[in-house]
Structures are given as C-alpha cells and as structure tokens.
C-alpha cells in the first residue's frame, strides 16, 4: 500500500530564510508524487508534480523538489520565504497504478515570520 | 475556465440524517475524486469515479457512497450520519484517470453534524 510520511507538522522560518519542508513515501508501484498547498477556508492547489521525468522538479511560486529514490524522498524546497507563503502544505502519492486519487501526508504547516 | 465547483458550501445535519454533496468539476475533466478532511485524520481518499464508473475506493463504511453523472457532476452520499462525520469534504477532478493527471480541487463542502 502507498503511504507518506511527512516529517514536522509545524515549520517556523523567518522572512528571507530557507524553507524546507520534509516528505518521505512508500510505494509498490512507481511513485508519482505531489505538493499541494492549502491557504486557510480553500480548497488545495498544486505546487508541483514528479511523474518519472526529471528528479528535480519546479513548481509555482518558485518552490522546487527532488525526487531521490535511494532515500524514497521527495522534500520541498524555496530558497527565500515570503510571508505570503505561510499556509499548509500536503504531499501525496497516487493512490495504485490506476486513476488520479491520491494518498496524502498529514500535511506540515508553515509560519512565516517578518 | 470556471474551477471546480461544490455546494452547498455549507451544511449543519443532526445525527442519524443523510446528507448529498455535490461537486460540478472543471468543462471537459471527465474524472472525479472525493476526499475527507478532518484534523485528526488529516486528508483521506473516499472514492473516483470516472466516466460514470467508480475506478477507485479508499477505506470508508458503506454508509459512504457517490456516483457520477453522464455530464461529469457528482455526488456524494452520507446516510446514518454520525458525530465523526463533520469534515471538509473536498472534491476534485482532472482530465483523464492517468495518474499523472493533476487534480484540481474545489472549495469543500463544511460539514456539521450535531
């Protein structure tokens, strides 16, 4: 069965700062995987996706992830914070080898201060 | 492109009623996905259904249920309902049932139950 773990439900950086936010998965199938976040009273957008094309993968708002199979990792990263980041974030794994539904972390949700 | 649509909005039940959500998903995405979100449980898939089929089915009671329409809309079906219930209920469509297909998710559904 597929699984992700995301690691830290809470992140604090400051303005400015690296944020780095962690998920590991389990999957029998090959992995597709994503990032989605989630602004309060919204439903979730996509940030980005790794569909078995390039390991490093960018997305919207200038995040970035590297998929890395030795360590079945695929963490999130921005080099600078803006406030405006602050949110929840989730990833996912598809749920098998057939359809779009997904398997998510239990999301990690990122403060950011000025 | 008008997103993914969901009503009512919001919705209070009392234990014991049922309760049918609706989902209207993007022009032309022909599969659709339900998902439960609560803060102890965190995100969790119910089911997807593509082309009228269910394709796909999380780990949910009976008492759970959903179809879809030749047009693409959907709904979802909550019958006995129980404390436990109250949930965003969040649905999402994408074009195909390829998975890797990105989701686009409506607002929710806010769901009460007293």
């Known amino acids: 069965a597929q699984s992700v773990t995301q690691l830290g439900s809470h992140v604090s950086v400051s303005e400015g700062a690296l944020v780095l936010l962690r998920c590991n998965y389990s999957?029998?199938?090959?992995?597709?995987l994503f990032w989605y976040v989630q602004y309060p009273n919204q439903g979730l957008q996509l940030l980005l996706k790794?569909?078995?094309?390039?390991?490093l993968v960018k997305g919207i708002n200038g995040f970035e992830a590297e998929f890395k199979k030795s360590e079945t990792s695929f963490h999130l990263t921005k080099p600078s914070a803006h406030m405006s980041d602050a949110a929840e974030y989730f990833c996912?794994?598809?749920?098998?080898?057939?359809?779009?539904?997904?398997?998510f972390g239990k999301g990690t949700t990122l403060s950011v201060s000025s | 492109k008008a997103g993914v649509t969901q009503t009512p909005r919001y919705l209070i039940k009392t234990r014991g009623q049922q309760v049918t959500l609706s989902c209207s998903p993007i022009?032309?995405?022909?599969?659709v996905s339900w998902y439960q979100q609560t803060p102890g449980q965190g995100l969790q898939f119910l089911f997807e259904y593509f082309s009228e089929t269910q394709r796909n089915k999380g780990n949910f009671p009976g008492r759970f249920s959903g179809r879809q329409f030749s047009n693409s809309r959907s709904e979802m079906n909550v019958s006995t309902l129980e404390l436990g219930d109250s949930a965003l209920y969040l649905c999402?469509?994408?074009?195909?049932?390829?998975?890797?297909?990105?989701?686009?998710f409506g607002p929710g559904t806010r769901l009460t139950v007293l």
């Open positions: 999957s029998s199938v090959p992995p597709y």
């Open positions: 999402a469509s994408s074009l195909q049932e390829l998975g890797t297909d990105t989701q686009y």
């Open positions: 022009s032309g995405h022909r599969s």
């Open positions: 996912a794994v598809r749920h098998n080898q057939a359809g779009t539904a997904l398997i």
């Open positions: 790794y569909t078995s094309a390039a390991t």
